[in-house]
């Protein structure tokens, strides 16, 4: 069993439009980050903004 088998990988079919929904969310998700990460002084939060930035930019990459 390989990395991505032991990590419980869920795989959904989506249309077109479906596809194109996700991608403007993710987008808005992003700008939403990058703002709170701009206005952040505490390094424990700025820390937490930039790994779900991270996680975001993976999903994101999936669908392009």
Excluded: P
Aim: net charge negative.
């Amino acid at each position: 069993m390989d990395d991505v088998e032991q990590q419980g990988v869920t795989t959904i079919e989506l249309a077109q439009r479906e596809r194109e929904f996700l991608l403007e969310i993710l987008a808005s998700a992003e700008r939403e980050l990058l703002t709170e990460l701009g206005r952040t002084d505490s390094r424990e939060y700025r820390d937490k903004l930039e790994n779900r930035l991270s996680l975001l930019e993976t999903v994101r990459a999936r669908f392009l």
